[in-house]
């Protein structure tokens, strides 16, 4: 079973607009992490937000988590085409083992 | 410094031979991981080494799939008489080590082709 699911699916935008992205999750965690994914091939991890941190941030990117809620959010502002790309959260089971979400498949028009 | 590699970058197969698709980690990373992601899909967890310690295997599909690593470093993952449902991006990733708080670091993954 997924540990994270995300939503929306799909997001398509104009360039220079914000994206919003929400990651829910099933299970206590001790961080949540979000990748992106390019073409298919290989994800990058952009940023990891820990259970006791409620915000950060890192360049256009923000995150906010919600323990309460087992609920995160990646946001991307003014945003670029170059942005366009699959973004997942992941986050540790009890097991040890990172479970990722289905992703959401953000595209920017230019 | 060199980031993770993976060999082949494309692989395509007859249905019913065996495969082995090949994964380089950072070196000194004592955590390995393999995950498949079938077209469109999220990334799906097969199977992770952490220094000498028996590997996690629960997440290999069935017992065609199996997985090694050699010296705690490179790691083949050999797929046997595959089978069309094989087909996906099989992507491997590497960490300073398990535990609850590091990030991984992706190779480019293989894409395997199962005609």
């Known amino acids: 079973s997924q540990q994270g699911e995300e939503d929306p699916q799909a997001l398509s935008i104009q360039e220079g607009e914000n994206a919003t992205m929400n990651c829910s999750y099933k299970?206590?965690?001790?961080?949540l992490q979000w990748y992106r994914q390019n073409s298919g091939r290989g994800l990058v991890h952009l940023i990891l937000?820990?259970?006791?941190?409620r915000e950060k941030h890192s360049g256009r990117l923000r995150v906010t988590l919600d323990t309460s809620k087992k609920s995160s959010s990646l946001l991307i502002t003014a945003s670029r085409a170059a942005d366009t790309a699959s973004y997942f959260c992941a986050s540790y089971n009890q097991g040890g083992k990172l479970i990722f979400g289905q992703g959401t498949e953000l595209s920017v028009k230019p | 410094g060199a980031g993770v590699s993976q060999s082949p970058s494309n692989k395509v197969t007859e249905k019913g031979k065996d495969v082995e698709l090949r994964c380089d980690p950072i070196?000194?990373?004592?955590?390995l991981y393999w995950y498949r992601q079938s077209l469109g899909q999220g990334l799906e967890f097969l199977i992770y080494f952490q220094g000498n310690s028996a590997p996690d295997k629960s997440g290999l599909p069935s017992d065609r799939f199996s997985a090694e690593r050699t010296g705690g470093s490179v790691s083949t993952l050999t797929i046997q008489r595959t089978q069309q449902e094989d087909s996906a991006v099989y992507l491997c990733?590497?960490?300073?080590?398990?535990?609850?708080?590091?990030?991984?670091?992706f190779g480019p993954g293989t894409r395997l082709t199962v005609t």
């Open positions: 937000i820990r259970s006791n941190e």
């Open positions: 299970t206590s965690i001790n961080n």
């Open positions: 070196s000194g990373h004592t955590a």
């Open positions: 990733a590497s960490s300073p080590r398990t535990g609850l708080s590091y990030e991984q670091y």
